[in-house]
């Protein structure tokens, strides 16, 4: 049996959390029987709801830090965990935190560097721990995963480690993502109140995702296009370090055209993105950039930073913006928002890029990784 730990599904609705519920999903719908499953549930945790119960399931209940750093102590000190998966044969961690176990070949997926690449917007704990934890369990690991060419090239410059090692393997959108119909389009515009014209910027608020200079583009933007009457509507919680731009929307003057709605349900955020006038994604970097393609799936076009693995995700559909220059950031959206033929354009480029990416694909080379890491040990 493989075990795949969907620790990060329990807890977050976020990007980690999505990448281990569906990749998850993937897996045991591509081989049945093949996979069982691990998590820590801490205090509050809830199992994915998309996620099968007849599969066999192991869990523990502690902390979340006491959990990280039982993990940490675990490697450092090489004490095998092994009593908590029983019969498993490969072990798959999909998140930064890589159980030690002996004689079972692990798999990590590295989403991004983060923690690393910009420390000063990290909480100093979750710095030291990351900083402390990662490059071990990256030697430690078999094999891993990394979601992006950008992040894997991180990975090779950061921790020095054997390209050969590290397998890119690419996220999906999920089925959900399509264009809706004009009739649940009008419902979502009710039920959230949603503006009439507005960007939409889909993640979770922290200093990372760069929306600071997205305010100032959206304040120039009010000024040039005075009939439009902007907002910005923000899909996502709130992650960390975020006092500051909160408190700028109110120095600005944005109050009544900043709404941030937090978390949307799947169900009804294929209309919320189809609303928009467009999506912003104006992150200084990402391991992946995951809304990029669930807005191109719902027919939405995309403006985005030039940074990390956005264009990677983007392809030639996505128009592109240095993250660092407002006055870039402003030019491209206001080109988007008046070349029709551009944007029309950039539309069906968006739904030819957002096909390109399958959870099956994903959950089938992810199996190839598998097998050949068995097929290794099995040699061994």
């Known amino acids: 049996m493989i075990t795949v730990d969907i620790s990060a599904a329990v807890h977050s609705r976020a990007g980690l959390g999505r990448y281990s519920a569906r990749l998850a999903q993937a897996l045991i719908e591509a081989q ?5 499953l691990f998590y820590n549930r801490g205090k509050n945790g809830r199992f994915p709801q998309t996620l099968p119960t007849n599969v066999p399931t192991r869990h523990i209940s502690l902390g979340y830090k006491p959990w990280r750093m039982a993990v940490l102590l ?10 908590l998966v029983p019969g498993t044969e490969l072990f798959h961690s999909t998140e930064h935190l890589l159980m030690p176990l002996r004689g079972i070949p692990t798999i990590l997926t590295v989403h991004d560097l983060i923690y690393k690449l910009f420390p000063q917007y990290h909480k100093r704990l979750n710095y030291w721990y990351l900083n402390s934890a990662m490059p071990l369990f990256c030697r430690k690991a078999d094999a891993i995963i990394a979601v992006s060419q950008a992040s894997k090239q991180d990975c090779v410059k950061n921790y020095n ?9 690419y996220e999906a959108a999920s089925s959900l993502f399509q264009p809706p119909t004009p009739t649940r389009i009008d419902y979502v515009r009710q039920t959230y109140n949603l503006p009439e014209h ?10 990372r995702k760069n929306l600071s200079r997205l305010l100032d583009s959206l304040l120039a933007l009010r ?3 005075p009939h439009l009457s902007l907002s910005l509507v923000l899909v996502g919680g709130k992650g960390w370090l975020y006092d500051d731009f909160f408190a700028k929307i109110e120095r600005l003057g944005l109050q009544d055209a900043v709404q941030p709605l937090g978390w949307v349900e799947d169900e ?3 209309a919320v993105i189809a609303a928009a006038d467009l999506a912003v994604q104006p992150s200084l970097y990402e391991g992946f950039g995951l809304p990029i393609l669930e807005e191109m799936a719902c027919g939405q076009v995309v403006a985005a930073s030039n940074a990390g693995s956005h264009p990677e995700v983007g392809g030639a559909a996505a128009a592109y913006f240095d993250p660092e220059q407002v006055e870039e950031i402003t030019a491209v959206i206001q080109r988007l928002l008046t070349d029709k033929e551009e944007y029309a354009h950039r539309r069906q480029l968006g739904f030819q890029q957002a096909a390109k990416f399958s959870w099956q694909r994903t959950a089938q080379e992810t199996i190839a990784i598998y097998d050949q890491r068995l097929g290794q040990t099995s040699k061994d």
């Open 198 to 207: 507005f960007l939409l910027h889909l993640s979770t608020i922290e200093p």
């Open 268 to 270: 009804d955020l294929p």
């Open 223 to 225: 000024q040039r296009l």
């Open 74 to 83: 675990g490697q450092q000190l090489g004490i095998g965990f092994n009593r």
């Open 32 to 36: 049945p029987g093949r996979f069982g």
């Open 161 to 169: 480690l054997d390209p050969a090692k590290i397998h890119v393997v």
